[in-house]
């Protein structure tokens, strides 16, 4: 049975399996390119690794909890959604998430790895605070209930399936953005199981799935910035962030390149992406994790030593930065408080 292949988005994710630099010259863990930085982190923060491991990390959110809280992440081939307490204790918190009853029909892994990954990819809570993530495998969107069961809130556009529903942000208005990463090239017309023919940017809204901007290259990560009045969209395969006004109606429009990260050779594409409470742009990029200010100027690098997938403000206070790589995750303090759903 034919695979869906996953194209150059995952062959460059497969350079994460390369060192990349953990450290400058200096030791430091912090490449300061504006003094813009140092409101945001401090120039000798540490990068904690909290857990190494195999696999592919992803889609991590911050759960409140009252004053405290815990963070959940993705293990996309590890079909599991996992939970980490404050105290450093790791459970599974949603196990099973491909519901499909051949694994072959889930995406493969960098260069076409015979492990399928079956699992969820983003994660957010909605305004109701569940959690809401792109099941990977299953080529849908899902929202985990209260009691425990799940609903399927988006899994076709215009009669075919979505091929890599990859991350997701939900608007104040409970509206629910999200990215489509791949194009299907390989099914036929007349098979059941072809996916769109087309990325893209998709909304779901009062129950409805509408197409917001189609043939972006390899769409990934998305994030709102403060009041809602833009969002940015990665496009991993170009190694850019695209910038889209929101209108009222809350579809997209005047796409803008935001930043273009062409010119770093080091391995990494952007892919997660989040946002503080300043309009600070934070995006895993070539090195580690990029930080831009509002006008889309690259003012700093968290350098990281494996290619990084994504990221979420956490803590109590939301100024706890954590980190997902194919094979660790991160954590580091900063200054500035971040965005969070």
């Known amino acids: 049975m034919k695979k869906l292949v996953i194209g150059v988005l995952w062959a460059l994710c497969a350079m994460a399996g390369g060192s990349l630099r953990a450290q400058d010259a200096s ?3 912090v490449v300061r390119l504006d003094p813009a930085l140092d409101s945001i982190v401090s120039p000798d923060a540490k990068l904690e690794k909290l857990l190494d491991g195999k696999g592919t990390f992803e889609g991590p959110t911050w759960v409140h909890q009252g004053r405290t809280g815990f963070l959940i992440f993705s293990d996309i081939p ?3 959604i996992n939970k980490l307490e404050p105290d450093g204790t790791i459970s599974v918190f949603l196990g099973h998430i491909f519901t499909g009853t051949d694994p072959s029909t889930a995406p493969t892994g960098p ?3 015979t492990v399928p990954l079956v699992g969820s990819n983003g994660t957010t809570l909605d305004r109701q605070g569940r959690v809401v993530f792109c099941a990977y495998g299953n080529h849908t969107v899902e929202r985990l209930e209260k009691d425990g069961t799940r609903t399927v809130l988006a899994d076709r556009f215009e009669g075919k399936r979505f091929n890599t529903p990859n991350d997701l942000v939900v ?3 409970g509206s629910i953005y999200f990215t489509d990463t791949q194009a299907d090239r390989v099914h036929a017309d007349n098979d059941p199981r072809q996916g769109l023919p087309f990325t893209g940017v998709y909304l779901i809204k009062d129950g409805k799935v509408q197409s917001l901007a189609k043939d972006l290259v390899s769409p990934n990560g998305l994030a709102f910035a403060p009041g809602e009045k833009y ?5 991993s395969q ?10 009222t109606d809350d579809t997209i429009a005047n796409p803008h390149v935001f930043i273009d990260m062409t010119s770093d050779p080091a391995p990494g594409v952007p892919d997660g992406m989040k946002v503080d409470k300043k309009g600070n742009v934070y995006c895993t990029g070539p090195g580690g994790l990029w930080i831009m200010s509002p006008d889309g100027k690259h003012i700093g690098t968290i350098l990281t030593p494996l290619r990084l997938t994504n990221l979420t403000f956490g803590g109590a206070d939301g100024k706890t930065l954590y980190i ?3 094979a660790a995750l991160y954590r580091i303090q900063l200054k500035a408080e971040g965005l969070r759903p």
Not at 231 to 235: C, P, S
């Open 27 to 29: 030791g430091k863990v």
């Open 78 to 80: 590890g079909d599991v």
């Open 111 to 113: 260069n076409n790895a």
């Open 171 to 173: 608007k104040s208005d």
């Open 231 to 235: 969002l940015y969209v990665n496009e």
């Open 238 to 247: 170009k190694k850019r962030i695209t910038r889209f006004d929101v209108q």
């Open 324 to 326: 997902t790589s194919f």
